[in-house]
């Protein structure tokens, strides 16, 4: 596509309910990412993928929080008993690659916002 | 590790008036470095950016240059408008390493 796409733009969940974000990047691009972006806050990195490898998952914030990439292409980040505080903006971006620097200029989704009440 | 620190916001600043917003990082070698920014209900843009040594970024009247010396690389512009208000990041990409945001506010 021409951008990076995330759906929905607005999720609105009961505490304890499971949530799918998604994410599909800029066609070619192999390097996937998302963030948390909660109120006044900048971005926390969560995780990334390259191909469908998520090499490092330190940054989920809890055991309730998975991602899933298939195809190289479409991503999801998946969290299960919502809590109050995942309350935020959840941020997808895609890069053409991990190195070098035409390569790892990220393009951002206009994210979901995620209201847990 | 890899960090970024900004400049602590709000700023509010007449149309006209300079703008400065100030980033420095740490990190081991010599990584590129970029300014990102959000306008209101949008995701980031990429702003600028420079990766290497003394490498001064621009676009739409914004600059910055990339300080090894100082490990810095300030946002500026020499005449705000109504329309650059929006949060502006300073980042490490290779690290996904941004800075808290900076909130840019320009009153008519």
């Known amino acids: 596509g021409a951008g990076v796409s995330q759906s929905p733009s607005n999720k609105v969940t009961e505490k304890g309910k499971d949530v799918e974000l998604r994410c599909d990047p800029i066609?070619?691009?192999?390097?996937l990412y998302w963030y948390r972006q909660s109120l006044g806050q900048g971005l926390e990195f969560l995780i990334y993928?390259?191909?469908?490898?998520?090499?490092?998952k330190s940054g989920l914030p809890s055991d309730r929080f998975s991602a899933e990439r298939t195809g190289g292409s479409v991503s999801t980040l998946t969290i299960q008993r919502t809590q109050q505080e995942d309350s935020a903006v959840y941020l997808c971006?895609?890069?053409?690659?991990?190195?070098?620097?035409?390569?790892?200029?990220?393009?951002f989704g206009a994210g979901t916002r995620l209201s847990v009440l | 590790g890899n960090s970024v620190t900004q400049m602590e916001g709000p700023v509010t600043l007449s149309e006209e008036a300079f703008l400065t917003i100030n980033c420095t990082y740490t990190a081991t070698g010599y990584p590129s470095l970029f300014w990102y920014v959000q306008y209101p209900g949008e995701g980031l843009q990429l702003l600028l950016k420079?990766?290497?040594?003394?490498d001064k970024g621009s676009n739409k009247g914004f600059e910055a240059t990339y300080r090894k010396e100082t490990t810095s690389f300030h946002l500026e512009k020499g005449s705000v408008q109504v329309s650059d208000s929006a949060v502006y990041f300073c980042?490490?990409?290779?690290?996904?390493?941004f800075g808290d945001g900076t909130t840019l506010t320009v009153k008519p």
């Open positions: 971006a895609s890069s053409l690659g991990l190195a070098g620097i035409a390569k790892n200029i990220q393009y």
């Open positions: 066609s070619g691009h192999t390097a």
């Open positions: 420079a990766t290497k040594a003394d």
């Open positions: 980042a490490l990409l290779s690290k996904s390493t």
């Open positions: 993928f390259q191909g469908n490898s998520a090499p490092d």
